[in-house]
């Protein structure tokens, strides 16, 4: 996963591949593509971390949540209050 900002065309987010995102700038272990699921927004999507501190987040709205590598704060994206896998999608 990289900086949260959109050209047009995310690479990562039709990208199902077994393995694992780190953050772009310190490869720091985010998330797993096990817990990635599809999304209807432009990036990819994740149920959860690899470990509990692999992010911060920082209350940015009352809807959004701002994401930030829990190494070295580099800007992830933003988790959205209510909002996930729909029930009973398949991942894989």
């Given amino acids: 996963m990289s900086f949260c900002s959109?050209?047009?065309?995310?690479v990562?987010?039709?990208?199902?591949?077994?393995?694992?995102?780190?953050?772009?700038?310190?490869?720091n272990p985010l998330f797993s593509s096990r817990s990635k699921f599809?999304?209807?927004?432009?990036?990819p999507a994740f149920t959860e971390t690899i470990k509990e501190d692999s992010v911060t987040k920082m209350?940015?709205?009352l809807t959004a949540f701002k994401v930030l590598c829990g190494k070295c704060g580099n800007g992830l994206g933003h988790e959205f209050v209510n909002d996930g896998p729909e029930e009973g999608i398949s991942r894989f």
Avoid: A, R
């Fill in 38 to 43: 599809p999304h209807s927004s432009p990036w």
């Fill in 6 to 10: 959109f050209f047009g065309g995310e």
């Fill in 12 to 27: 990562y987010k039709d990208h199902f591949k077994p393995g694992m995102y780190v953050c772009s700038q310190c490869n």
């Fill in 59 to 61: 209350m940015e709205s």
